[in-house]
């Protein structure tokens, strides 16, 4: 009897609101904890604890038709069981590309930071949305820290930054940012009224610099290649002769750009000359350093960026060379007088209200074009308190020196061809298999080259034995570009690499 009155008395407490029950909470907490534990333990097994495995496949290679049903990717009406679910994050693990292996040399990010990945987890846990001290106070604190840091190594006495989802957006960042302090006006007035404006980067620059000239409504029309020398660097000559001629048109020459660490060759501009030409000219200077950057942390390879300190932005990824994991990109800005803010703010009255319990000026959302924002600067503070400035130091200095070792064993070996001598970590190299040694260096030889490189990288992905990327590039037919980033990358895969190429080729 005592318990049929209790039952009475819940249903009389149950509240219906257009016949959805409100009582209690809608999720199985206990279930979903144990989930969580169970996919932790899969996560642990088959990534963490595999990732300096070099006996693992870099790759479980499949043809997108055959992956479309391995991994049966409708969603349906019902949801189904926690058992099928863990099956599936096996499956979405074993056949995703290890960035994490000591053989994937495909990008310009490679390896796993263990306290970058637990950062990581603590933040996707935690779900922040880096805008407001209320609802981001740690997240806040450390970003101001990491920026502060970051510009000491640029050389600035003071600054301001931004982390941004990717080099990409901080280079746009960039450019507005350049185009607000030449003309403030555009802001409220927009595009109208403005003369032809003109900006200049290299031919190596990042292919994002006409994306961003396009979407800002400056045209790719208006974005002036820079000739390279050689090695890919901006000549500062050319530089000025193309200032000079866009002032002769009637137009208004407002950026430069220049790169530290170019993405195909590695190459770092000479950035004390063209600050020079900035200076004379009233240009701002922007320097992408999204790749090159790191070097910076080196007190040996720093001097691949002398002159950095003269420029009015810089764009730098931490989760490149450093491992911060993606994403982790900084634009930093030499102006401290709030310049980003007011490019950027629009004063939202509901999220940043004047009148809070707080000193406001920790409410830096305003800063961006994002209103939630990821807190991609605490992978970077947590990796860097863990390991200190000097093993960071070390990492850079270790990538390079295998970049090294690996440039005079491709010296040594017959059928291997250097581009050109790196002065980074990018080594670009072609492989000549026996049956094209003896051929003269003309077209023929030169269309059977192209060729070689797609065939052997179809069969390195569908072997799973390492990934490495090639392209041509200015007129060279396809080439290899080896990046060595990761910690866990020794000299044996270096060998490696040479050995399996040989291997893969031998019947080309």
Request: aromatic letters at 10%.
């Amino acid at each position: 009897v005592g318990v049929g009155k209790q039952d009475m008395l819940q249903k009389k407490s149950v509240v219906l609101v257009d016949g959805v029950i409100l009582n209690g909470p809608i999720m199985d907490p206990k279930a979903g904890e144990k989930f969580v534990e169970e996919a932790c333990k899969v996560i642990m097994e088959e990534i963490v604890q595999k990732a300096d495995d070099v006996t693992e496949k870099v790759c479980e290679w499949q043809a997108p038709e055959k992956l479309k049903q391995i991994l049966d990717l409708e969603m349906r009406d019902t949801g189904e069981c926690h058992q099928k679910i863990l099956q599936l994050c096996r499956d979405v693990i074993k056949y995703s590309v290890k960035t994490n292996h000591p053989r994937f040399f495909n990008q310009l990010y490679a390896g796993i930071d263990y306290y970058s990945l637990v950062a990581r987890f603590i933040t996707e846990a935690l779900n922040p949305s880096v805008y407001t001290y209320e609802v981001s106070p740690v997240f806040l604190l450390v970003e101001e820290a990491v920026i502060k840091k970051m510009i000491e190594f640029i050389g600035w006495e003071e600054g301001d930054g931004i982390f941004n989802p990717g080099g990409s957006v901080s280079n746009m960042y960039a450019m507005n940012l350049a185009r607000y302090k030449f003309c403030p006006e555009i802001k409220e007035k927009g595009l109208s009224g403005l003369p032809r404006l003109v900006l200049f980067a290299s031919e190596e620059c990042h292919y994002s610099m006409k994306k961003a000239a396009s979407f800002l409504g400056i045209g790719t029309e208006n974005v002036y290649f820079i000739k390279t020398d050689e090695r890919g660097k901006m000549i500062p000559e050319e530089l000025e002769k193309q200032v000079q001629r866009a002032r002769k048109e009637g137009s208004a020459p407002f950026l430069v750009c220049a790169t530290a660490g170019t993405t195909v060759l590695g190459a770092f501009d000479p950035l004390d000359k063209i600050a020079d030409i900035c200076e004379n000219h009233g240009l701002w200077l922007h320097v992408d350093a999204s790749w090159g950057g790191s070097a910076l942390i080196s007190r040996k390879h720093c001097r691949l960026l002398h002159g950095i300190h003269r420029a009015d932005s810089v764009a730098w990824n931490p989760h490149k060379m450093l491992l911060a994991g993606i994403q982790c990109c900084a634009l930093l800005v030499k102006d401290n007088s709030g310049l980003l803010k007011k490019c950027y703010s629009a004063e939202a009255a509901y999220l940043f209200q004047q009148d809070k319990f707080y000193d406001v000026s920790y409410d830096t959302g305003d800063k961006s074009i994002q209103c939630s924002r990821r807190p991609d600067a605490f992978k970077f503070w947590l990796m860097w308190k863990a390991l200190g400035t000097m093993d960071l130091e070390k990492r850079v200095n270790r990538a390079l020196a295998l970049a090294r070792y690996l440039v005079e064993e491709i010296k040594k070996r017959e059928g291997f061809r250097l581009l050109l001598e790196p002065e980074y970590a990018n080594v670009c190299f072609w492989y000549i298999p026996p049956s094209l040694r003896k051929m003269e260096d003309g077209p023929e030889f030169w269309q059977k080259l192209h060729q070689v490189a797609p065939i052997i990288k179809e069969r390195m992905m569908k072997k799973g034995s390492m990934m490495l990327g090639y392209q041509p590039h200015r007129g060279k037919v396809n080439f290899f570009r080896q990046v060595v980033i990761s910690p866990q990358v020794s000299r044996e895969d270096m060998d490696f690499l040479l050995d399996e190429i040989e291997l893969l080729a031998k019947d080309l």
